[in-house]
């Protein structure tokens, strides 16, 4: 289970990992959710640690900037990866042609700029509250929801991928380990004062997300792909974010 961990850190942080990857790279799921929360704390102390100065504008910005940081900016090239191909091709071949097409067109850039802006805004309005858990939630979260789309869906590219070892022998077994681990690091994290609603309104928000990603990929290219699982984790830390910033605000 080692070999496991060090897979999902690898993958998921820009951090050199010693040891020697597992040999099934879908064991690395189980440990998503500990990698998510792991991430989620370092964006959420940045932001904590820079409002401290009361430029809470600035700490926001530390925080998503933090994420692309931290993660190698993978999953925002995955969200443009996504919008050029869903809204450029229309059929499944060009969608998936214009995905792996390592040049980022104009509905990327549109979808990356309006989703660094968004996420910006929720942060911000987070870190007035003083929600730094929410923040953490949602990469949390967000890591959550790639173990879901990874195991209810098939790999989309005949020819193969950087995540299909992912996508392959992912099932049921994994979604209950990730789901149970993520509830347990919710807990904790919204620990002392446990307020289960606001725990089931964040996590509501991510499956709301993960559906979404996970409906608009089946139809556009009937699976998921590395940079489909990249940008429902991007989605779903903007949900997560907003929903939690209404919530904090009622």
């Not at 961990?5 to 040999?23: H, N, V």
């Amino acid at each position: 289970m080692l070999g496991a961990f060090i897979t999902a850190a690898r993958t998921l942080t820009i951090f050199p990992i010693w040891g020697k990857d597992t040999e099934n790279f879908s064991d690395a799921l189980f440990w998503f959710p500990v990698v998510g929360i792991l991430l989620g704390m370092m964006q959420a102390a940045l932001g904590y640690f820079v409002s401290l100065s009361g430029w809470n504008e600035l700490a926001a910005g530390f925080v998503v900037l933090g994420g692309i940081a931290l993660t190698r900016g993978m999953h925002a090239d995955g969200l443009a990866d996504m919008a050029d191909g869903f809204w450029g091709g229309q059929t499944k071949d060009a969608v998936l042609r214009i995905m792996k097409d390592p040049n980022v067109g104009s509905f990327g850039v549109i979808a990356l700029s309006g989703m660094m802006l968004l996420k910006w805004i929720a942060v911000l309005k987070l870190i007035e509250f003083g929600a730094f858990e929410v923040i953490a939630a949602g990469v949390l979260l967000a890591r959550w929801v790639q173990v879901l789309l990874a195991s209810v869906m098939p790999y989309a590219r005949n020819e193969g991928g950087t995540a299909q070892s992912f996508v392959n022998g992912a099932g049921n077994l994994h979604i209950v380990v990730a789901t149970l681990l993520t509830f347990f690091l919710l807990l904790l994290l919204f620990y002392p004062g446990v307020n289960l609603y606001k725990i089931v309104v964040v996590f509501s928000a991510a499956v709301i997300a993960g559906i979404m990603s996970g409906m608009l990929s089946y139809r556009k290219v009937g699976g998921v792909t590395g940079d489909v699982l990249g940008a429902g984790s991007e989605v779903t830390e903007l949900f997560v974010w907003i929903v939690g910033a209404i919530y904090c605000r009622l």
